[in-house]
């Protein structure tokens, strides 16, 4: 066999990555429920078969699935000494969902200025969990650790800030903590069809049910650090991973109300394929931007079909619609509908709080995205073909 997948397989054992993560916490064993170990399982057999992962992404991907194992029985072990933890309610997050590239983190990070949100940081939804040594009250360690991983990833794929603004320190997706479940889309990293075809016939309360776990550590914590946004009465959510699952979304979470954004899939999809190639490149020696192209077009497509169906079920009020060209043009005003859809007065110094980030954060700050649609297998004739019934519904009515 080759020298290199066998490397490849030696690294990614799902029984030595469970063995590393007890050795890591000090022998814990208890990981909590779901289907973690049947994900493991399949994700670390399609890494070691499918994804060419080179010997750098290879340690660096044991690494990620270490420290998720590791989280999760620091997680169990705090909920065991802890059991006051799970009776905290979480109902009821405002939940930004749209494609990729539609303006969500804009809205998220804006909204997240009012300290009325709970929202994660990029180094909370990375280290959810106290290290070793760490005090709930000074995750320093923790910060430092995200800083450092945002800095290296920033030097080696430096047109990552023209896609995403990635920045330890700012609101940012729930979607690292969702993967602590395994069985959410690892190929965001990497070339793994087998994992995902086996993950779009999974049921996805475990991954919904878990991230509530999450979030009720995280705001157990926050209350223990003190500060601004300790008072917190609401969680502000947002990643386009939901488009999958609204309805797990809003019965895990009964009274969520969730703001939809949209902007034309043409101009979301290819945008989105260049980033998943571009983190792609971490892992793996020269992965093919088509491969990578096809899979996100087909994932977006589903995830699109699985929100319209969704949406047809519930009830009408749980939705707010926003275009990407008014939350670029008028993003105060949007906040605004975002605030009475929520029910939430927009105080003085919300709206304050507000325009001071727009005032440091507009769009024009960041380079523009580069990138050939071309490149990725993509035409506008089958992007307009694929997603026809999505811009039927949420564009052409909208001009």
Known sequence: MNTAIESVKTLLNADDLIAQASARTGGLTAFGDGPYREALDVLCASLTGEANLSARGAAMMREKLVGQLANRLVVEDYFRRHPDIADIEIDDPLVIVGLPRTGTTMLQ?????????????????????????ETLAAPTERIARAQAEVAMMIDAIPQILSI???DAMLADEEFMLMEHSFVCAMDSYANVPTYTAWLARQDLTPVYTYLKRMLQFLQWQKARRGGAGAGASRWLLKTPQHLHALDVLCRVFPRAQVVLTHRD???????????????WQMYADDPDPRVVGAQWNA?????????????????????????FEDTVANPLG??????AFAGLPLTDEARAAIRDWLARNGREKRAAHDYSIERFGFTDAQLAHDFAAYRARHLQAAH
């Open 164 to 166: 995403h603004p990635l």
């Open 299 to 323: 994932g977006m497509a589903r995830a699109i079909g699985s929100a319209m169906g969704a949406r047809d079920t519930l009830p009408a009020e749980r939705f707010l619609d926003v275009r």
């Open 109 to 133: 990070r804006l909204l997240a200025a009012d300290p009325r949100f709970h929202s994660a940081a990029w180094w909370e939804t990375r280290y959810p969990a106290p290290l070793p040594g």
């Open 265 to 279: 899939p043409a101009q979301t999809i290819p945008s989105m394929a260049s980033m998943a190639h571009t983190l």
């Open 334 to 339: 949007v906040a605004e509908a975002v605030y």
